[in-house]
């Protein structure tokens, strides 16, 4: 394999909102290990876990996208068309883990490449329409407070080596 990665973040991705960016540099990453493992004919059970992966972290997701927009007053029409998407990409996904699981087919290349095309063009143009509704929606940042008060708090959860206990 080269050194080229398979799914790269480039900063015209940003929606502006910097949870929902982290949130997306998670799929890459998990698209990007999923790439990997199928290259590299992991085990199945590596792949499925990686692909269970994909499957819960999309639909928590897409499920934050889909409250955001709800809650900034979204545009009703968007709003349809674009929870209609996140289903249909969230089906593909589940297709390719039944085919993996249930008929022991592994994982192709062409489905991978599906994936990446689609996250990266659904986060490149579909995403982009709402990013100036959502960046100016109140419950947007109140939920963005909510979300860095969360990472901080798992910061502070981390135990402290016994040295430093007392
Ligand atoms: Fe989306």
Redesign the pocket.
């Known amino acids: 394999m080269n050194d080229r990665v398979f799914f790269e973040w480039v900063d015209s991705m940003s929606v502006g909102i910097p949870e929902i960016d982290a949130q997306h540099r998670e799929l890459i990453n998990i698209l990007n290990r999923l790439f990997v493992s199928v290259v590299e004919r992991d085990k199945d059970k590596v792949t499925i876990e990686i692909l269970d992966a994909l499957i819960d972290y999309t639909k928590t997701?897409?499920a934050l996208?889909?409250q955001l927009m709800e809650e900034a007053g979204y545009d009703s029409l968007e709003f349809v068309a674009?929870k209609d998407?996140?289903q249909r990409f969230v089906e593909k996904v589940g297709q390719a883990a039944q085919k993996n699981l249930v008929e022991g087919k592994s994982i192709s290349f062409e489905m991978i490449h599906f994936l990446r095309n689609w996250l990266r063009d659904?986060?490149m143009d579909?995403?982009q329409r709402?990013a100036e509704c959502l960046k100016n929606s109140v419950a947007t940042r109140k939920w963005e407070q909510t979300a860095n008060a969360v990472m901080l708090q798992k910061q502070n959860a981390v135990p402290k080596p016994w040295w430093k206990i007392w």
Do not use: G, K, R, S
């Open positions: 997701h897409f996208e889909e674009h998407t996140h659904h986060i579909t995403d709402y």
